[in-house]
């Protein structure tokens, strides 16, 4: 079974930068599909970004351009570098891994696997 651990999030003030870090044990991060997906209070789960298994990366249309995806595969790591960071990114922040995506990898119940989550803040 795989196992995801976040790290990286904090408070900071708009237009500053994080690095969230997802770390995965149990299976390699080779040709899977994992995805970063954010929820605030009384919102549903919102996918950000997303890596298929043929490595394509997708983001959402709130992110794009300032957030990037990234994979280290010799720790088994996926990174999400977030930049110029605005208020509404504000939220919990979740790794999801399953084998495949068939939606684009956005779609929560397109994954198995979660981490726990963890908080960002972005202050004016």
């Known amino acids: 079974q795989v196992q995801l651990m976040e790290s990286g999030g904090g408070s900071v003030q708009a237009g500053e930068s994080l690095r969230l870090s997802c770390a995965a044990s149990g299976s390699t991060l080779s040709h899977n599909c994992m995805g970063w997906f954010r929820q605030s209070p009384g919102k549903p789960r919102e996918g950000i970004a997303a890596l298929d298994a043929d490595e394509a990366t997708t983001y959402a249309d709130s992110v794009k351009g300032r957030f990037t995806l990234s994979k280290d595969y010799s720790t088994n790591t996926l990174h999400l570098q977030m930049n110029s960071l605005k208020p509404e990114d504000s939220g919990m922040y979740y790794c999801?891994?399953?084998?495949?995506?068939?939606?684009?990898?956005?779609?929560?119940?397109?994954?198995?696997?979660w981490g726990q989550g963890i908080q960002v803040t972005v202050s004016l």
């Open positions: 999801a891994h399953d084998m495949w995506c068939d939606k684009g990898g956005l779609a929560p119940e397109e994954y198995k696997n």
